[in-house]
Antibody, heavy 116, light 110 residues
Framework: EVQLVESGGGFVQPGGSLRLSCAASGFAFSRSDMHWVRQPTGKGLEWVSVIGAAQDTYYSDSVRGRFAVSRDNARNSLYLQMDSLTVGDTAVYYC??????????WGQGTTVTVSS | QSALTQPPSVSGSPGQSITISCTGTSSDVGYYKYVSWYQQHPGKVPKLIIYDVTTRPSGVSYRFSGSKSGITASLTISGLQPEDEALYYCSSYTRSNTWVFGGGTKLTVL
């Protein structure tokens, strides 16, 4: 069964950091492009970042320079290091497997709350 | 990275067909075939229902179809059923090697 399980979310003060993890199973993780997408409560979806199978990375304007995506193919794991967090980063963060530029398989999400 | 434009809401009666539009620019929807659609029920994780403009993933009902003309993509749902009531989002790859979503459309089945 294809599965993505996120972890690492929590409560953090503005300016703080968090590292999200995503454990993948049931597919060829090392050959898959992987995304992070977030969704504030009651709002729409926002693409955050992608890391390709070749380790190339891209970011949305809103997180570039503050967030860093990485992967460990030996551990079938995806990561998102989030620094200089702001209230606007509060959201559910989803780890997603790519299929031809689409978001095919979604994890259940992990909640990040940034508040003083 | 401006969001794609979707109508906030659409509605239809059971058995009818509805279409949701998704308007972008010549740098995203108009440039690539990488347009996709997602269905999200309240409290649930979004589900991929269309990718590559017109392709349905395995297990998605034939009642869902996608198309594109210029900078506007469309999702059509035929034979509306009560369980189709949900939020629908479009997404597109962009020339900046990023992705963008639409703001979402709430479908109400009357």
């Amino acid at each position: 069964e294809v599965q993505l399980v996120e972890s690492g979310g929590g409560f953090v003060q503005p300016g703080g950091s968090l590292r999200l993890s995503c454990a993948a199973s049931g597919f060829a993780f090392s050959r898959s492009d992987m995304h992070w997408v977030r969704q504030p409560t009651g709002k729409g979806l926002e693409w955050v970042s992608v890391i390709g199978a070749a380790q190339d990375t891209y970011y949305s304007d809103s997180v570039r320079g503050r967030f860093a995506v990485s992967r460990d193919n030996a551990r079938n794991s995806l990561y998102l290091q989030m620094d200089s967090l702001t209230v606007g980063d509060t959201a559910v963060y989803y780890c997603i497997k790519d299929l031809e530029g689409a978001f095919e398989i979604w994890g259940q999400g992990t909640t990040v709350t940034v508040s003083s | 990275q401006s969001a794609l434009t979707q109508p906030p809401s659409v509605s239809g009666s059971p058995g009818q067909s509805i279409t949701i539009s998704c308007t972008g620019t010549s740098s995203d929807v108009g440039y690539y075939k990488y347009v996709s659609w997602y269905q999200q029920h309240p409290g649930k994780v979004p589900k991929l229902i269309i990718y590559d403009v017109t392709t349905r993933p395995s297990g998605v009902s034939y009642r869902f179809s996608g198309s594109k003309s210029g900078i506007t993509a469309s999702l059509t749902i035929s034979g509306l059923q009560p369980e189709d009531e949900a939020l629908y989002y479009c997404s597109s790859y962009t020339r900046s090697n990023t992705w963008v979503f639409g703001g979402g459309t709430k479908l109400t089945v009357l």
